[in-house]
C-alpha cells in the first residue's frame, strides 16, 4: 500500500518515518513540488514557490528556507540578496505528499515587490483591485 | 511591458481590468494554476488544487469553488459528491499571477480523508506526526 494511503488511517500523535515519506514524496517530472509560505502567528499566506529534494534538505538542516527557483534552475536561498529571510517554525505535508506548507517567520517582506504578500490583487466583480502597498523597509 | 510588472508600480485601491488580467494569466503547459484554499474566517490553510480558466470562471459566477481534477481530468466541483462545499469569498492572485489564493468558507472537512485541513503530517526531527484526525461528519 502506498504509504499516504496509509496514513490516512492513523491516529493523531502517530507517526512514519521521515526518510520513508521522504523517498516517497511524489516529486512532478521536474523534481519540484509547491510549498505554500504561511506566516505562522498571522496566517497570512505569503507566497508559493517551488522545492526540490535539497532544497528540502537544506531548509530542515539550517532553518531557513530554500526554495529552488525555476527561472534561474538553481537553490534559491530565500533572503539572500534581500535580507528577508524565511525562518522555518514548522514542514507540513498535504494528504497526497504532493503539496507542502511552510509555517515560517518572514523578516520584512516576502514578494520582491516590497509588499508583505504575493497575493496582493484581489478581484472584484470585473475589476482587478491592489489590496497593498510596499512595506518601508529603509 | 508585461501586465503584472505593470501593476507592481500601482498604488492600494488602483485596479486593473479583470478580462485583461484573465487573458494574461500564465497556465502552465497543461493550462493549469495552483490554487491555495485559506478558510476565510481563521487563516487556515485547507488544501492546495488546480484550476484552468473553466474552472476559474465557474468559481466566480457561481461562488462555489471548481478546480480542474487532474486524475479525472474534468471540472471538479468540490463537494459535489461529499456535501463538502467551499464558498469563494475572496479570489487573489500573486505577482507574477501564476497562483491563486482563495479565501473560502469551508462546508465541513476540506480533505477527502475526512480531516479539515490537507497538511496533517508534521515533520518533527526523523518523524512525521499526524497532526489531526477525521471530523466526525455523521
Redesign the interface.
Known sequence: MNLFKH??T??????????A?LAELPFNADGLL?A?A?QVD????L??AWMNRAAILET?SSGRVCYWSRSRQRLWRKGETSGHYQTLK????????D?L?LLVDQQGPA???G?RS????????????????PQNTA
Request: glycine share 8%; net charge negative; aromatic share 6%.
Open positions: 496514513a490516512e492513523l491516529a493523531v500523535g502517530d507517526s512514519l518515518s521521515w526518510e515519506v509547491p505554500i504561511q498571522s496566517g497570512e499566506v507566497m508559493l530542515l514548522e514542514l507540513r505535508i498535504d494528504c497526497d505528499g503539496t506548507l514578494c520582491h515587490t509588499r504575493c497575493f496582493y490583487h484581489t478581484v472584484q466583480g470585473d475589476r482587478v483591485v491592489m489590496n497593498s502597498a
